[in-house]
């Protein structure tokens, strides 16, 4: 069984949903059960009248394990450098979405790359969908991530297995990248062709990402805005507002506060704003209205951003506030201090049947909820206590 899985991430609602073990299981038993994370499903055998449940998981090197971003801790791509950049040619926009979808038909241009996976949005269900595209007409042609959650890399396989492709650019969320790089690291050759066909992966960057519903819930129901009145989502700048702008020019706002509570809940316990694990992230914070950040953390990032401004495909200059995405990257201690608390209920969760870890879990759990004003912590617990 996957145990890990269903423990340490599943139950503690902490998937991000970024599918990357769905692609990787190596049995294709875990599948989505349309809430925010997948579950397996093991095929079963029929004997006789009765039907048994097969572990398809004993003999497995554990793929979804080895992926899933949210069983380890990782540390920051330091950034190299941060510009503001507004795509040019076709697009023509100083939006994130903008931006990206350039880089990327810069480098297809260039045979960089061949493909892309991304989340994308359905035009006329607005839905979002997880889409692997090959040309630039498509890539042109395509919205781009829209704060709408759909298991981006449940199409990875399509790209590297049904359509051969061998150069691939992932866009996502930071979670994303974290799955990928994380991927990237393992040392189990049978993820060598995942780790070989992915190149580039580019980051939004991110404070949380809804559900589907609601846009049938705020936007459709609530507001009366028919679904194919709406072309995109847009965050403005502040973070403040989820606007939607609709096809004949007026925009719709949703005030962040009543879009939280569709958020994934997996993103209540995130700490990568900036995309920090990916080759590039993108986000309108740290620059002015008609531009975006373009943070470059690699050297494969530098590469396809010096394409593309080469392709005059991206304008970019210097005029970042760092002192603003400082402050969004200081944001993520509140969120560390969120992570930590899954550790103490796992702790806490083990310390049940294991006497000898209930000392260790209490002095946790204490340092965790303890104010700052409480002067004498240790007069709480002691080092000896057991806990009993
Ligand atoms: S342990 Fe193996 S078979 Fe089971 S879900 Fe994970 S990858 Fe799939
Ligand atoms: S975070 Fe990604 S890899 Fe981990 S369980 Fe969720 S979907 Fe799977
Ligand atoms: S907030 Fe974190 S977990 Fe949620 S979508 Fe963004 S990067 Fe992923």
């Known amino acids: 069984m996957v145990k890990r899985l269903e423990t340490e991430v599943w139950a503690l609602d902490d998937c991000t949903g970024c599918g990357l073990c769905v692609a990787a299981c190596s049995k294709q038993v875990l599948h989505w059960n349309a809430k925010e994370h997948p579950l397996l499903v093991p095929p079963v055998k029929t004997l006789g009248y009765t039907k048994k449940p097969l572990d398809s998981c004993s003999f497995c090197d554990k793929l979804c394990e080895e992926v899933c971003p949210r069983l380890e801790r990782w540390v920051p791509l330091d950034p190299q450098v941060a510009l503001a950049a507004r795509a040019r040619g076709p697009i023509k926009t100083g939006t994130p979405n903008g931006v990206i979808l350039s880089i990327l038909s810069a480098g297809r241009s260039t045979g960089l790359?061949?493909?892309?996976?991304?989340?994308?949005?359905?035009?006329?269900?607005?839905?979002?969908?997880?889409?692997?595209?090959?040309?630039?007409?498509e890539i042109v042609g395509s919205i781009g991530p829209q704060y709408l959650w759909a298991p981006t890399l449940d199409v990875?396989?399509?790209?590297?297995f049904d359509r051969g492709m061998e150069n691939i650019a992932v866009v996502g969320t930071p979670c994303t990248a974290q799955a990928i790089r994380k991927m990237k690291h393992s040392t189990n050759p049978r993820l060598k062709l995942y780790q070989e066909a992915i190149r580039l992966t580019i980051s939004t960057f991110c404070t949380g990402i809804y559900r589907p519903e609601l846009i049938e819930e705020v936007l459709v129901k609530g507001m009366g805005v028919s679904r194919d009145m709406v072309m995109r989502l847009e965050l403005s700048p502040d973070n403040q507002w989820l606007h939607a702008v609709l096809w004949d020019g007026d925009v719709r706002t949703i005030p962040l506060q009543q879009a939280e509570e569709y958020t994934l809940s997996g993103c209540g316990s995130c700490i990568d704003y900036l995309g920090e694990s990916a080759d590039l992230a993108v986000g309108t914070l740290g620059t002015s209205e008609d531009m975006s950040t373009l943070i470059i953390r690699t050297r494969t990032g530098d590469v396809f951003t010096r394409n593309a401004v080469k392709m005059n495909l991206i304008e970019t200059s210097d005029e970042v506030d760092m002192a603003a995405l400082d402050s969004a990257a200081n944001e993520k201690d509140k969120r560390e201090r969120a992570q930590e608390f899954n550790d103490v209920q796992l702790l806490m969760l083990d310390a049940l049947a294991d006497p000898l870890k209930r000392s260790e879990a209490i002095q946790q759990f204490v340092r965790l909820y303890r104010t700052p004003t409480r002067t004498k912590p240790q007069e709480i617990v002691r080092s000896d206590c057991t806990g009993c």
């Open 113 to 137: 790359l061949d493909g892309v996976v991304m989340l994308d949005l359905d035009p006329w269900e607005l839905k979002p969908i997880a889409r692997v595209t090959s040309t630039v007409e």
């Open 156 to 160: 990875l396989n399509e790209a590297i």
